[in-house]
């Protein structure tokens, strides 16, 4: 019954009250197969990509490789732009956090390459607390979609999260996992 | 229900509708339901956005309630509208915390001086009183007048609480409706609280240039009796420093506060201290640098008590809403309760404020020379020593950090004598002491803070109270125009995502663009606390007036009416248009002409909530920190998507207007960046010129390249016309506007959205 | 804060202290904390017993703050503090919904005759206001006095609710204080709004004899067109009982309610039928019998709306506290209207309530025709078939099923035919609706309980309201002496743990053992839902007088009043105290002199929580069933262990009593059976006299016997004299007594807690 | 990290909105070793022991082993005294189970033997909603004992509880088993 077992999430104020509550993605390759088996995925890049080392590479160049890989739009919140900008990377899109979550509760918005409603959407990046929030909006009031939060910290709100990883070089090897994992599912 | 006939004469007396300063307009002192029409249009456009912070409704014995996948409570309610219920439910204990508060200051003072005795804020305010007059359709000659406002809250609002209930209210937009109006009671609690102290207490009116007052924990001169006030209601500090005066021992004992009795304390006398914010109380008290601690009421630390007595300090409540289960001695001869207090470290509820200041400062000045070891911070040597278990591993300290702070490295750097991380997690800190509970080497993380934080002084102005109304005659007409580009208030707490002087920064910011910055509460006291290279605060360099590129501490959190009263006067005094009964008249002016927007930028409490759902009535936009995100719920349009026809005022025509001004009326932004370039865009109105609206875009582009390295990205939304383009960025401007395809767009100079929902208001009216 | 001067002349006048029915007590119109020793004095001996409902606290954005293992707050509240915070604001939600509810009541009926109009409650009924005498100090003489009352309700409720914003009240005690507070003001507010109505419509008063009324779902004759009105505010049923009187319609049309309108209307006009409490509201709206469903407020399921316009029925919203986002129309004429809704299907907010029911009979006289063939139930092949997929196995909705029941097995064997458990089921369910949300097949498990459900008919009582003084006159001195056994009141909702007639074995157990028996709101109604062998109801069968050995339907739960108001008599009428401002003396005097006990079995709501509160400050023991454990808050004693010393009002010295009584103030028990032993235990007063004590001892062990199978376990705690052990039992108590080594207790004449704690009150008033 | 999981209880709605929730004893073994090193244990019985039946006996017949094995005192909650006085066995005290929680808080209550504080109190048979919120006092207002919910129900704001056990066959086979490995373990 693994759907009846929740996990806590790396910062106890974010605690579960809940009785929907996400699977814990271990192993990078489930969570490679959740992001192939999207037909219409959206990446959204919080602030904490830019600031946040893994070993000695930003964040954001790992989810940049996993956006890349799959040709995953990506929508940049917060005050990213300008990093990926420097980066020579444009991103699809620019909402803040909030605001992207905003649209993606409306099943009829045509999502950010007008394609229609997103179909899976991934999480980096943002604040823990901040992103709890907006998953909790997505698991309420977006049944057409599901989320999935990459992120070392765990969020209970998702659909898909990662386990709690405390050590930088397991998340490392999690996100390299992902990256050489993608595509070796068919679609 | 609806109004009855004598009802409706009631009102008409309680009003003196026959004083004929202006006629009476449709909705005086306006009931549950009398001002939904205007609620569901802004709901039209501005959707509430939920963001559940639980799955579950515990509200009722039917429950839990499991509310996930569509599920409806017993109740039958669903998701959506039990945050909607949530939101009411917080937003009422915030009127009913400025309501109380007001009733408890009127009352007092009309216990003083009698309800006849008159208002009076000055030779530069004659409108006394904008929203009263506007929500009531009274204007208050004296106390008598504000607690009549009171009385009108108290009235209205057990059907708000009412409507709490399982079984009641059923619909989310009803329920927002209700949050509304619980914010404009909340508004008119505010007004008529702050007025009262005012003209009751002599607090600064009519004077811009309030005196530069100290504030820091280092400010406080500890060889002195210190005395600590902490809470929003100053009557009994107000009482310690007549006290003090009365005795000639002022300038012998340090009066210091905490949160908005320390501002309300230095404007009555500006030789009182600023401690800090909110976030600064449980630091601050577990230093032990305070010898007596007096406690009133609102945002004041529940366990007060234990701390004070560990730091062997003296502790007396004072409110009837913290009473903390002490024995109230009122009645009790001083000598006896000092007896108590000094030998048995007994402490006492006092409701009399006079006999509370007698016993205060006399305890002060008994316990100061006994507790002169106890005064005196950790050292760095000490901090590490306690830190010594810590190897920075376990993170139970982080896991527990609502801020999500690193407490574990800073923790393990002074265990090694290197106290900069510490130094920067304090900036961050909000003081809730969660780190240190959780730490599973019981290390007094707040206290190793002392050894951390720097105690410098700095310079705030002391608040000034109401906006001049020839001020508003002066700034009106470009802040119509768009000239003046917007009018921001940072008000509410310091529950801040960053560190604690962002504030300092965004209004900096804001003001070397023009804007007319605003500041209150916690967040004015946070935006004294950085200084420039020359060592100067914001408050020192800016001028403290109501103008372009200026300035102004307003006061504590009930002096927040005045900026809100001051975009009411612009309409009413500026632009003419009465106020008198007048709310949607009023509200329809603010959100189609006065680029006005309140930002909170560390939210955290239902007082604070209540201040900005009821600022959005007004046509205000809030924008919030990202702890705001707690509050569940916030009002989004969907830009482009959204409904954004008004009525041409002179044509009466309907017009799509095509641009989303103001574009969102809630909105939580994560970082201090992007809430820059957020505030900014919440400034467009409708309204603006041509030459005002390129002034608005000159400030959005210049910001929005500074944090975002490019032109907005949805720069098209809001240009109309070419002429709206600022010159120096004229050609990437045009450049990007044809990659985009953007077409002009109208623009009106009378839009209103009376006349597109129904109303009692004519159109006519929108006209002056 | 502490009254001042001006507050205090102000009081007076408003309560005319000069006239002299009795001297003004201590305390008129007590503050916050005028009552606080009194409620300290109660929480030393019956300590406030917390059962948590969730780890966390999610108040303010600072939390979720994590309570558990002495953790404390972001604000430093702890899990017990927070506890009564929710019970405070809980206990507000109730006092705000009976408080809007008067306000509403008084203000419609001075609108249609005036403040002047006179409160005559007939010539059984002097003492016209018990409640608001003693707690306010005014005999209210007219509508506009009652009006005082409320007034005084909500100038009291906006520092209750205030004290509840994070930062303030941080002492569980203070907040159990405030809890009370709460409860006094709703029992004003219920007394106020029942009063009202009485005069207003001429509801049955000085009468013990009401008519009986049909109760029960298959009472309603659906082939007339069908009127449901849902709630607990009478306005617009008034008003639509109205129409048809004056239209001649009233034998066409069938009026039948859901919860306390239904009691109300049937007070106001006995032809009208009570279809049952609330946990039947969502099985009969989903019948689909009723052509127009009428919304008032309180206690209205939120999805009436969704499940109106599945049924095809017509629905209109009343209220304002409850408004579904539907377009208010009483501006609007009825024709327009009335096409809307036949046409369009569209539901209307109408708070015009005489406009309002012209809609509602003329819409059901139009639909009624056209929805014959809807208004039928399902039949046990169709019920069956709905079942067909069910296999009992995944008991999904069990796991769903707040009381705990096996809608499993039940299902799977309507499915073979068999509606036997569904049929027991059915007696269980409190209506929610969870068990069809959760089925994995989406059997509309509510809609087939109607193939099991009984539609009898039955009878009960109109609700009589106020208890006569002449009746308190009678039972006086019996019930003070202990020989009138106790006065037991069954209030509250239909959140049954077992069976909906529980409640009426109960009232039957005790109204055979010559116990005073009330019942209230949706209480009194299930209690009609048994039938003897002969097929009569308790209703039938017993004198509907306050006398033992009777049973009294008082009538909905604001006639709750009547009830607390009998006890308030027995002090002021049959001991002659003056209760005028006496809050104390009388709450004394009933804690140790009247054996009433109050039993909410089935409770949900705040209010039932609130009114419990508040009988607990007046000394009246709460039995809850264990839903009631959601609450969170309970009042107990630790028995034997507790302080049990009184003053002896003759002699005024301290007494230990040593014995236990009343036990528990408030207390859940499991069973039925439990129930029956501990609310006959929690009618023992110190002052039973021992032939008293000796008749309430029989019941007691009687009562034992039959349920536990044995003497009373704590027999030797509540018999002081050997005269007091009962005839029948004499042997074999006498053997026990010796077995537990039992010793002769103190049996006072003039037990009183006056002068066992600081108080106003002397204890020469005590005496009379 | 087994303390972060939590399991959902039987009914849903006592679902769990706990930072601190019951240790699964999914084993009778580990059952019976908690009971034996329980130095003063008391056993709670609730009404449903003599309504209830598992297999072919009464649940009051295995509660009843239970509790003679280890010569536990038995608190008769509800109207169970007359069951078990049927059942010739005389409990060792009566409160309903609120009173009985009630003492309990009470590190100086000297128990119902007078053997001091309970270390250890056991329950089956109580309604499970009002159980639960019993066992919320026990847990958060007194730390000197553990809780352990003997219920195929589940409890999680018990200190220790049983897994949800559907199958009226394996609560049976769960419960002997308890019976027979009492007392392997040295108190
Ligand atoms: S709403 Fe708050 S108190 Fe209620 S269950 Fe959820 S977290 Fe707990
Ligand atoms: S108020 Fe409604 S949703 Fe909340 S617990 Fe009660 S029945 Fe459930
Ligand atoms: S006291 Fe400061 S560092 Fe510690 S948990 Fe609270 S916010 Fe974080
Ligand atoms: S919890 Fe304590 S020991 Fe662990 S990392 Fe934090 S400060 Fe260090
Ligand atoms: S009110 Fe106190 S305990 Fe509750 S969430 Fe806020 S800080 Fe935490
Ligand atoms: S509707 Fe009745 S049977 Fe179904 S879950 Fe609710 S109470 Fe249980
Ligand atoms: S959930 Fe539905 S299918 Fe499953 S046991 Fe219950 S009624 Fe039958
Ligand atoms: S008894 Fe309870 S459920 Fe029934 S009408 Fe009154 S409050 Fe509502």
């Given at each position: ?35 192939d ?12 990509v ?86 909790s ?51 | ?125 004659n409108?006394e ?91 406080i ?23 003090l ?68 300090a ?153 906006i ?83 300035i ?24 003419t ?83 989303p001004?103001?574009e969102?009326?809630m ?10 370039v ?15 609206r ?6 959005y ?9 490019s ?49 009692k ?8």
């Open positions: 019954m693994a759907s009846e077992l929740m996990t806590m999430p790396y910062y106890k104020i974010n605690v579960l009250t809940g009785t929907k509550a996400a699977k814990v993605v271990s192993e990078p390759v489930e969570a490679a197969r959740i992001i088996k999207a037909t219409n995925p959206l990446y959204v890049f919080g602030a904490e830019i600031d946040s080392l893994v070993g000695d590479r930003l964040l954001i160049d790992f989810t940049l490789e996993i956006a890349k890989s799959r040709n995953i739009p990506i929508c940049a919140t917060a005050h990213v732009k300008k990093k990926m900008m420097e980066l020579g990377v444009l991103p699809d899109s620019i909402y803040d956090i909030i605001e992207i979550v905003h649209f993606l509760k409306d099943k009829n918005w045509m999502g950010v390459r007008g394609k229609g409603f997103h179909d899976l959407v991934l999480f980096t990046g943002v604040r823990c607390d901040l992103a709890e929030r907006g998953l909006t997505l698991k309420h009031f977006a049944p057409h979609l599901k989320t999935f939060a990459i992120c070392r910290r765990s969020h209970p709100n998702a659909d898909f999260a990662v386990p709690v990883i405390t050590k930088t070089e397991k998340w490392r090897v999690y996100l390299e996992g992902v990256i050489s994992e993608l595509g070796t599912v068919k679609a | 229900m609806s109004k009855g006939k004598i009802r409706e004469e009631e009102i008409r007396r309680i009003i003196r509708a026959d004083d004929e300063w202006e006629p009476v307009g449709p909705t005086p002192m306006p009931s549950l339901t009398d001002l939904r029409n205007w609620d569901f249009r802004l709901l039209d456009t501005y959707e509430p956005f939920y963001a559940p912070f639980c799955d579950l409704c515990c509200l009722c014995t039917f429950g839990k309630c499991d509310l996930t996948e569509d599920k409806k409570g017993a109740c039958g309610i669903d998701i959506a509208t039990q945050q909607a219920r949530w939101i009411l439910i917080c937003s009422l204990m915030g009127t009913a915390a400025h309501g109380a508060h007001g009733r408890h200051m009127i009352d007092h003072l009309i216990e003083k001086y009698g309800e006849d005795f008159k208002i009076d804020l000055g030779s530069q305010v409108v009183a904008p929203i009263i007059r506007t929500v009531t359709g009274l204007k208050p000659k004296n106390l008598g007048d504000l607690r009549k406002a009171i009385e009108y809250v108290e009235r209205e609002m057990i059907h708000l609480v009412s409507a709490t209930h399982m079984g009641q209210e059923g619909n989310y937009r009803d329920f927002e409706s209700k949050a509304f109006h619980a914010g404009t009671l909340d508004h008119v609690a505010l007004e008529a609280a702050d007025i009262a102290q005012i003209v009751g207490y002599g607090l600064p009116t009519s004077i811009a240039d309030t005196p530069l007052v100290d504030l820091g924990w280092g400010a001169d500890v060889k002195k009796p210190t005395i600590v006030v902490v809470g929003h209601n100053a009557i009994t500090a107000y009482a310690i420093v007549d006290y005066r009365q005795h000639d021992l002022y300038d012998k004992v340090e009066v210091a506060g905490l949160c908005c009795t320390a501002h309300d304390v230095t404007r009555y006398d500006s030789s009182a201290k600023i401690i800090g914010p909110l976030s600064r109380q449980r630091f601050f008290l577990k230093a032990g640098l305070a010898d007596v601690v007096v406690t009133d009421e609102q945002c004041v630390i529940t366990d007060i008590p234990q701390m004070a007595s560990e730091a062997g003296a502790m007396v409540a004072c409110s009837d809403k913290i009473s903390y289960g002490l024995e109230e001695v009122s009645a009790k001869p001083v000598d006896d309760i000092l007896r108590e207090m000094l030998e048995n470290q007994k402490q006492f509820l006092i409701l009399d404020s006079e006999k509370a200041a007698e016993v205060i400062v006399r305890a002060a000045l008994a316990l100061a020379p006994l507790r002169q070891e106890r005064k005196k911070l950790m050292t760095k040597e000490e901090a590490s020593l306690l830190s010594a278990k810590c190897r920075g591993t376990c993170e139970t300290c982080n896991r527990a950090c609502p801020n999500l702070l690193p407490v574990n490295l800073a923790i393990n750097q002074a265990r090694q004598g290197d106290f900069t991380k510490l130094g920067s997690v304090f900036l961050r800190c909000i003081g809730c002491a969660k780190c240190e509970e959780a730490c599973v080497n019981n290390i007094p993380i707040q206290k190793v803070m002392q050894a951390a934080a720097a105690s410098d002084t700095y310079k705030i102005r002391a608040g000034r109270g109401p001049h109304d020839v001020e508003i005659r002066k700034v009106g007409s470009p802040i119509v125009l768009g000239t003046i580009p917007g009018v921001i208030l940072f008000a509410g707490c310091s529950n801040f995502p960053g560190d604690i002087d962002d504030v300092a920064w965004l209004a900096e910011e804001l003001a070397r663009r023009k804007y007319i910055v605003n500041l209150s509460g916690c967040a004015a006291m946070a935006a004294a606390m950085r200084k420039d290279e020359d060592g100067k605060t914001i408050y020192e360099k800016y001028i403290p007036e109501f103008d372009a590129g200026c102004v501490n307003v006061g504590s959190c009930i002096s927040n009416a005045h900026v809100v009263g001051a975009a009411i006067k612009i309409a009413n005094i500026f632009a248009l009465p106020n008198r009964a007048n709310f949607e008249l009023m509200a329809d002016y603010i959100i189609n002409r006065v680029g006005a927007c309140g930002v909170v930028w560390g939210p955290y409490s239902q007082k604070a909530l209540c201040i900005g759902t009821g600022a959005v009535r007004w046509g205000i936009p809030i924008v919030l920190g990202p702890h705001g995100s707690k509050y569940r719920r916030l009002f989004m349009s969907k830009k482009e998507a959204s409904d954004w026809r008004v009525m041409d005022g002179r044509t009466k025509q309907r017009v799509d207007t095509q641009e001004t103001p969102h009326m909105l939580v932004t994560e970082t201090k960046e992007r809430a820059l957020t505030i900014i865009k919440q400034c467009f109105r409708r309204n603006d010129t041509p030459p005002g390129a002034i608005k875009l000159n400030s582009i210049s910001a929005y390249k500074q944090v975002m390295g032109l907005p990205d949805d720069l098209q939304n809001f240009i109309r016309t070419e002429k709206e383009i600022p010159i120096v960025y004229k050609r990437e401007v045009i450049a990007y506007l044809k990659e985009v395809g953007w077409k002009p767009k109208i623009s009106l100079s009378l839009p209103t959205l009376i006349g597109t929902y129904e109303t208001v004519p159109i006519e009216a929108t006209v002056k």
